[in-house]
């Protein structure tokens, strides 16, 4: 993936893209107990429908839905998310990455439509880490 030198978070193959990650003082295990089940509704939004497993369509309270494309427990997990009023679905990863006794939890998230709505998922993402720091602190 190539970066556009003209806009931040820009890029040349998958659009608008942002990031965000937090090391926890947790393990591993915990953090993807955590990611794919009760934390579910902090990142995601209340699912209707589960186990989390590939080639699952999901739909969220908020009017989103999408498709769980990669599922690979105790590492990562990639999804379609696809507002309403937005013009084609974006994808999510989650992945969580052994740090010593540590972990990292790290969101990625590309083809976003724009810049108002990449700023919008940065500060969503930012607080999304906060809200598991204070989970865990």
Known sequence: MTQSS???GKTKDAGFQVGARKTFSIPLEEAWNFITS???SIWLGN???RPLKPGLTYF???GCYGEIRVFSTQ????????PPN???PSTIQVRVI???AKTVIAFHQEHLPG???REERKLFFKNVLKQIEDKFS
């Open 115 to 117: 810049l108002a709505e």
């Open 86 to 88: 937005w013009p084609r």
């Open 47 to 49: 699912m209707h429908n």
């Open 6 to 8: 003209d806009i931040t």
């Open 60 to 62: 969220l309270d908020n």
């Open 98 to 100: 052994p740090n010593g």
């Open 38 to 40: 009760e934390g579910l």
């Open 75 to 82: 590492s990562h997990l990639r999804l379609t998310w696809q």
